[in-house]
T-cell receptor, first 114, second 113 residues
C-alpha cells in the first residue's frame, strides 16, 4: 500500500532564505507526482507536476525533483517571501490503479517571516 | 477561466438532514473525484468517476453517494449526515484518468451538529 510522508511537518524561515521541502513514498511504481499549495481554509493550487519519466520541473522560484528509485521528491523554493507561507502537499498517482487516486502526504506548513 | 466550482463554501446542518454539495468543471474533463480533508489524516478519496454514468468507491465511501449524469457535474450527496462527516470537502477533476494533473475546487467546509 502506497504511503506518502512529508518532513518536516512545519518549517519557519526568515524571508530571503532558500529552502527544501521533502516528500517520500514507499511504492516507486508511480505515474506522476504533483506538488500543491494550500492556503488556510482554501483549496489546493497545483504548483508542479512531474511525470514518472522526468527528473525535475521548474516554475519561477520553484523547482521540484523526483528520484523514483529512492522514493523521494523535493520542492526547492528560492529566495522565499512571506507570500510563500502556506501548507505544501505532495501527492502521487500510482500505476495501474483503477481508481486513479491521488495519495497525499499530510503536508508541510511553511511560515516565512518578514 | 478554467475551474472547478463547488457550492456551498460553508454549510452547517443537523444530523439526518439530507444535503447535496455540488461540483462543476468547465474543462471537459473526463475524471472527477471527491476528497475529504481531516486534521492528521490528510486528504482521502470518497468517490470518483471515470466518465458519465461511471462511478466507483474510494477509500471512505460510507455515508456518501454520488452521481454523474453529465460530464461537467459531480454532486456529492449525504443522505443522512452524521457528526463524523464534519470535514473539509474537495472536488477535483483531470482531463483523463491517469497521467495528467488535477484541478481542485475551493472546498466546502461542512459542520454536522
Amino acid at each position: 500500500k502506497q504511503e506518502v510522508t512529508q518532513i518536516p511537518a512545519a518549517l519557519s524561515v526568515p524571508e530571503g532564505e532558500n529552502l527544501v521541502l521533502n516528500c517520500s513514498f514507499t511504492d516507486s511504481a508511480i505515474y506522476n507526482l504533483q506538488w500543491f499549495r494550500q492556503d488556510p481554509g482554501k483549496g489546493l493550487t497545483s504548483l508542479l507536476l512531474i511525470q514518472s519519466s522526468q527528473r525535475e520541473q521548474t516554475s519561477g522560484r520553484l523547482n521540484a525533483s523526483l528520484d523514483k528509485s529512492s522514493g523521494r521528491s523535493t520542492l526547492y523554493i528560492a529566495a522565499s517571501q512571506p507570500g510563500d507561507s502556506a501548507t505544501y502537499l505532495c501527492a502521487v498517482l500510482n500505476y495501474g490503479g483503477a481508481t486513479n487516486k491521488l495519495i497525499f502526504g499530510t503536508g508541510t506548513l511553511l511560515a516565512v517571516q518578514p | 477561466e478554467a475551474q472547478v466550482t463547488q457550492n456551498p463554501r460553508y454549510l452547517i446542518t443537523v444530523t439526518g438532514k439530507k444535503l447535496t454539495v455540488t461540483c462543476s468543471q468547465n474543462m471537459n474533463h473526463e475524471y472527477m473525484s471527491w476528497y475529504r480533508q481531516d486534521p492528521g489524516l490528510g486528504l482521502r478519496q470518497i468517490y470518483y468517476s471515470m466518465n458519465v454514468e461511471v462511478t466507483d468507491k474510494g477509500d471512505v465511501p460510507e455515508g456518501y453517494k454520488v452521481s454523474r449524469k453529465e460530464k461537467r457535474n459531480f454532486p456529492l450527496i449525504l443522505e443522512s449526515p452524521s457528526p463524523n462527516q464534519t470535514s473539509l470537502y474537495f472536488c477535483a477533476s483531470s482531463l483523463r484518468p491517469g497521467g495528467s494533473g488535477y484541478t481542485f475546487g475551493s472546498g466546502t467546509r461542512l459542520t454536522v451538529v
